[in-house]
């Protein structure tokens, strides 16, 4: 998954006819101890303590002989730059093209609000599949879940499902943001490379997101032009930084017809260095819905472009009442 979040469209674009199901802890053999922390419930939570800060990284000064004590952020407080536009129903379906051809289609739902670590969710779901020519070349059937905090705007769970011409995989990532750490469980199966399991604890930043709740993050944005926007992703087990700038405003001719959009591109370092994947782009509509219309990302050969297809605004949800 090299390219940030595009993230999950480039790692689980195309898929056969058959429906997969996510991973969950039972698969991975979870402590109970961890995995009671994030069932997944629809019903309302009890009480639970008050919200909680986390410490804000401090910057350095110059001519200080001191410590400057870090300022705090309330890590449950809402984040939110605009009205919610994030509503249950809303239903993408992309066709994805590489070097011109259709090589399948790309589904994204936002599908009822779920309550995870007593805090309520938007339950995200994205499934792809391969066209019936393009399967006869490579197959995947892939299938990714997140579940993003309705108001702090970040991710409390991920899975993912893969099921390839090359390679079986699942993960599992478990975010505890009030902890700073994210729980990271992977189970590959490839043809060449052979199985690998792994399993680690790894140290988060405040507001980290995964490889799809960050393709959701980014229509929260400001989005001013010529500005730039950064938070913390992790993907495949490693943390990184995203960048993105948004460059500029167009029109947009799509199957749901023409669109006012955003261009932004998102860039990723990790490590503190920017990784030189080739440019990237999102068109995002430039009004209250911030809907999603292309992408278009560069991989090591060619690029893979999605075009909007399909699309349903959803309708916004009763809250669920919990209790933070």
Known sequence: ?????????????????SILQVPDEDDFAVPSSIAEQFVVREETVAPAPAS????????????????????????WESRWTMPPIFHTGELYRFDITYFGA?????????????????????HIRARAKTSSIFSLFYTMNDVAESYLDTQSLFSHKFSLKLDESLQKRDVLELYDQNGQKA?????????????????????ILPFTQDGLSAF???????LEIGKSYTFPVLTNGKMREVRVTAIRKEEIQTKMGKFPAIVVKPEVVLDGVLKPYGDSFVWISDDVHRTLLKVDAKIK???VIAYLREHKYGQAPAP?????
Not at 1 to 17: E, G
């Open 1 to 17: 998954m090299r390219h940030c979040a595009l993230f999950l469209l480039l790692c689980t674009s195309c898929a056969s006819s």
């Open 52 to 75: 909680v800060v986390v410490p804000e990284t401090p910057k350095k000064q110059k001519g200080k002989t001191k410590p400057v004590a870090a300022k705090k952020k309330k890590i």
């Open 102 to 122: 259709t090589a399948g289609e790309l589904e994204l739902e936002l599908l009822a609000p779920k309550v995870v670590a007593e805090r309520e969710t938007y």
């Open 183 to 203: 729980y990271y469980w992977s189970k590959l199966d490839h043809k060449k490379k052979g199985k690998k399991d792994e399993n680690s604890t790894i140290e």
């Open 216 to 222: 959701f993050y980014i229509r929260t944005l400001p």
């Open 301 to 303: 050969v060619g690029s």
């Open 320 to 324: 669920i009442a919990t209790s933070r």
